[in-house]
């Protein structure tokens, strides 16, 4: 029997001996997918209800025992992931998966925090109600986890990140005292609004374990588009007309180098319809027939003001979802050419194209042999901006640059992947003493033993 | 000279002798406009620029002074007002309007928080853009203000309330700092969404100096029906019809009594052209062109479903407008035929109709002469449950049994208009122990002294 013992047995006793994974049990808990954080827990409890989680806290609180809450563990930034001191209890929401109401009238749908995305997503459809959070991991990603990074996604553009959908929410603090605010209310303006406290803040100052998600209307009509453009320029001056054009019903805007549809070809043998050095994927969705026929002026337009060199307009929904296919699959296929040293950046819209420029000279300098998949929601302002054929070793100098020239631009070095523990040291060198000031005072005053997912986000007390 | 002096000359010399006003010169500062709440300060001091504001704050934080922040003063709870000790100072940010920049592509606009809402949506129009707020008040609300209440108004069904729209703040901490981080980016995920804390705070734990906010594409085509219903039932039902045919494109759906339309036939002169115990506002607003299409075949629908037994729908920008003139004017109506006892609740939309049976069984015994006069945001579950023909004396017996029912409901007792000084003590009867708890510990954090806006919002020490 280790030390740890005693809390072992007592987190048994809460939740029942099989919810209580050690040693190799623990495997697919103790490292993010990508493989890239490894920890080692003392052990990994899965609770079947709030009130067990509400326990399981309050035992670790009495121990001085540290907590990392897990969702999905599709994490893009180690948020997920314990250190390697054998001391840290795992919390797993992968059982809590029920969903508990959905009202299409309200459009609201109220679930626990294990549920996953995929499952939900479908639930609304049955009602003919569309949850927009749409990204790769949304067959393995978690409700819980998608509100403690505040998810992005495809989807952001005409929906806003994860925190706009969240209007209520059920959450177990550090002391183990349940914050129930499960409302299927679309305005509430009484008292603070607690719940911001446990969105994006990556299950730092308590583990969410269930929440109201609001609903948006199922748009009927698609219109899906691949297109060549010239150069960063115009695509930008085509959003402008976007925005003009089919208003609220653009829904997505993203930008693919030909370099990362190279790597599609070549690794995947998917074959894109139209190549570049830059292309656009857009889509618009509505209730309403005449979108079609705005897409196809809009793609006049483009190819009338010089912003377009080629394009196909997608004839059908299988023709539709084999370009999505190709975005898709831009990650994978980086992966199997090596992998690359991925930065998840925002600037705004317009400094994009000065962005690339700026960040390439730098790297020219700092990594003379760097190749570059970029790719992302131009729409958003927010690239992906990986860089390959460079060491691990050159991790730190290559991020530094790149994150340099995004602090020029006053842009944000997580457009949407959050901090977890990848990101923590170049946020803490970037950040404002007023914000190191107000995020530590935060983290006291909710969690003031510092055992909810240390390491994470808040840099450690220096 | 007051024992106050030392500290008026010390703003003074920050702002200028003309910018601190005290004497009869604070009247319309000292008084909200619906004239509930009466105040004494110290003095008003009126900064011009953020630098300035913090002085102003550093300087009252070291004599232990209270500052109560200010902006268009067109608050509904009182929140802006000043306990009447005659030592608190009024910070008015009603000299700091500037519009600092507008990105009509990366649709962002940077305000100084005094800024007026109508003079910021001008703006926002000239480019082809909409700031998305509207509300009675905007020819006199303040950005700042708007956004430390979290304003609603009638364009939160489709753009969501305040929150939601900032992207970038300023603030003044209430030690004197600035925290900074006007950017402007549609997607941001490093570190803790500070800014977070002071959207709907209503200046309890900082003053909002500037923000960023967000921008959509001007909608080209608006359809405005004016709709008499059976019953609420047949209301809700053409509310979800709606959501599946004009989707995204519906901006608003209101709900007025017929006895509010006769208030305003009465004392503005303004007669509705259907009416019935209870008619609907409804709008919706497109960049697509066959939006009036779809709007008559829901009328149609409407009529054969039987969920509506007459209506107009407007044929001219002008009728359209005298439609939501109907509206506009139930406050005022309201306020000429004697006044009310305002309730501003949230329930689940599903749930209004058994809300208002029951609510009205309650007032029938509280208060056998009460008349009412009720109208809102039915598409966001939002009603203004206004009760006349009641003595100020009955005032809390109505507020709790309206609010007891609200409870039982799951509602929300502020559904847009916060707490200010107004609902505290109603929040504080119905809000959990660990609401309470959190509360206190963010505003211990962020404000020790409780020296910024104090008894407003945060219940006061026990």
């Given at each position: 029997m280790s030390d740890e013992a005693p809390l072992l047995d007592t987190l048994r006793s809460i939740c029942g001996d099989a919810a209580v994974l050690t040693g190799g049990d623990m495997a697919a808990y103790a490292t993010d997918w990508r493989d890239m954080f490894h920890g080692k827990p003392l052990c990994v409890v899965r609770p079947a209800e709030t009130a067990e989680v509400a326990q399981c806290v309050a035992a670790c609180a009495e121990t001085g025992t540290a907590i990392v809450p897990?969702?999905?563990?599709?994490?893009?930034?180690?948020?997920?992931?314990?250190?390697?001191?054998?001391?840290?209890?795992?919390?797993?929401?992968?059982?809590?998966?029920?969903?508990?109401?959905?009202?299409?009238?309200?459009?609201?749908?109220?679930?626990?925090?294990?549920?996953?995305?995929?499952?939900?997503?479908?639930?609304?459809?049955?009602?003919?109600?569309?949850?927009?959070?749409?990204?790769?991991?949304?067959?393995?990603?978690?409700?819980?986890?998608l509100i403690a990074t505040n998810a992005g996604g495809?989807?952001?553009?005409?929906?806003?990140?994860?925190?706009?959908?969240?209007?209520?929410?059920?959450?177990?603090?550090?002391?183990?005292?349940?914050?129930?605010?499960?409302?299927?209310?679309?305005?509430?303006?009484?008292?603070?609004?607690?719940?911001?406290?446990?969105?994006?803040?990556?299950?730092?100052?308590?583990?969410?374990?269930?929440?109201?998600?609001?609903?948006?209307?199922?748009?009927?009509?698609?219109?899906?588009a691949l297109i060549a453009v010239p150069d960063i320029a115009s695509a930008i001056a085509l959003y402008a007309r976007a925005q003009d054009e089919v208003g609220e019903a653009l829904s997505a805007f993203e930008l693919i180098s030909g370099a990362g549809l190279d790597l599609v070809a070549e690794h995947m043998g998917q074959t894109a319809p139209v190549t570049a050095d830059w292309v656009l994927l857009i889509e618009a969705g509505s209730s309403l027939p005449s979108l079609r026929e705005a897409a196809e002026k809009l793609l006049e337009t483009a190819f009338e003001e010089g912003w377009a060199t080629d394009g196909v307009l997608a004839e059908s929904e299988a023709q539709a979802d084999a370009l999505w296919q190709l975005r898709e699959s831009l990650t994978e296929a980086e992966g199997k050419a090596g992998g690359a040293i991925k930065h998840d950046i925002s600037v705004p819209i317009t400094g994009i194209a000065a962005f690339l420029q700026e960040a390439g000279n730098m790297l020219r300098a700092v990594a003379p042999e760097a190749k570059f998949n970029v790719f992302g929601h131009l729409g958003d302002g927010n690239l992906h901006y990986n860089v390959m054929n460079v060491t691990r070793e050159d991790a730190a100098k290559v991020n530094a640059a790149v994150h340099d020239v995004v602090a020029a631009h006053h842009g944000s070095i997580s457009a949407e992947h959050g901090l977890g523990q990848y990101r923590v040291a170049e946020w803490a060198r970037l950040a404002s003493q007023p914000e190191h000031d107000l995020t530590r005072r935060i983290k006291d005053a909710l969690d003031p033993d510092g055992l909810i997912n240390p390491g994470k986000v808040v840099p450690k007390r220096g």
């Open positions: 897990q969702g999905g563990n599709t994490g893009l930034a180690g948020g997920a992931t314990p250190d390697d001191s054998g001391t840290q209890v795992i919390v797993a929401l992968d059982r809590m998966t029920a969903i508990r109401r959905i009202d299409p009238v309200g459009m609201t749908i109220e679930v626990e925090a294990g549920a996953i995305l995929q499952t939900v997503k479908d639930a609304a459809g049955d009602e003919n109600r569309l949850l927009p959070i749409s990204l790769a991991a949304e067959g393995s990603a978690r409700i819980g986890g495809v989807d952001v553009l005409r929906y806003g990140m994860t925190r706009g959908l969240v209007l209520g929410l059920e959450v177990v603090l550090p002391d183990g005292q349940i914050l129930s605010r499960l409302r299927h209310l679309r305005k509430d303006n009484a008292g603070y609004d607690l719940k911001q406290l446990f969105i994006g803040t990556e299950g730092t100052l308590g583990i969410v374990t269930a929440a109201v998600l609001r609903l948006v209307p199922q748009p009927r009509h698609r219109a899906t």
